[in-house]
């Protein structure tokens, strides 16, 4: 049986990680060039979109788009971590759960050890990846696995904590709710 963190399907998180550190520093380096927010005119500014787009997805003008933003010296850094969040994609869409496997532990190995300074975001997602190594792995150890059981209780328990607002406390809550119930009440009718 799976660890209860391993069970819930936390290894998506790194990806979702990966996504927020691409879309940080395309921000960041637009800051640095052009000392303002994203503007249409610029070149990152349609460019969120298409780098999280997964690179096997890609039309050709988007390729051409890439090319060109990459092509330009400054945006190094975003090249960079792009790359590493299309290495992150192409080993969850691996089809063969062991190749993809290999593929993480090769970029856990690569992001966690002799990462340039430069690359703050990527050398924090290394760290979080080599720190979580064994949750973002049982992804492909454990197929099939899905936190969807939990999220539903705990849904349920919010909505319940929420209908018993009223209520100064617990003791007064479950009063009504056993009075309810003895009462001839459905238990889905309470709230």
């Not at 993809?100 to 975001?121: F, M, Q, T, W, Y």
């Not at 080599?130 to 696995?145: E, I, M, Y």
């Not at 809550?173 to 009440?185: C, E, H, L, T």
Request: net charge positive; aromatic share 6%; proline share 4%.
């Amino acid at each position: 049986m799976a660890p209860a963190s391993q069970a819930a399907g936390h290894g998506r998180g790194p990806l979702q990680a990966g996504a927020q550190d691409l879309a940080r520093r395309t921000r960041r380096v637009q800051q640095d060039i052009h000392n303002h927010r994203s503007r249409k005119s610029d070149p990152l500014h349609g460019a969120p979109r298409t780098l999280h787009t997964g690179v096997d997805l890609l039309t050709d003008k988007q390729n051409d788009r890439l090319s060109a933003l990459f092509a330009d010296d400054q945006h190094v850094e975003v090249k960079a971590t792009s790359g590493i969040y299309q290495r992150m994609l192409a080993a969850y869409r691996e089809q063969d759960r062991r190749c993809g496997r290999e593929l993480i532990v090769k970029l856990i190995d690569s992001v966690s050890h002799a990462v340039p300074n430069a690359l703050s975001e990527v050398i924090a997602l290394g760290r979080t990846l080599n720190k979580r190594s064994a949750d973002v792995l049982a992804h492909f150890d454990w197929p099939g696995t899905s936190n969807g059981p939990t999220e539903a209780i705990s849904g349920r328990l919010e909505h319940l904590y929420g209908s018993a607002l009223g209520f100064r406390n617990l003791t007064n809550y479950i009063a009504y709710v056993d009075f309810r119930i003895s009462d001839g009440m459905s238990p889905s009718s309470l709230c």
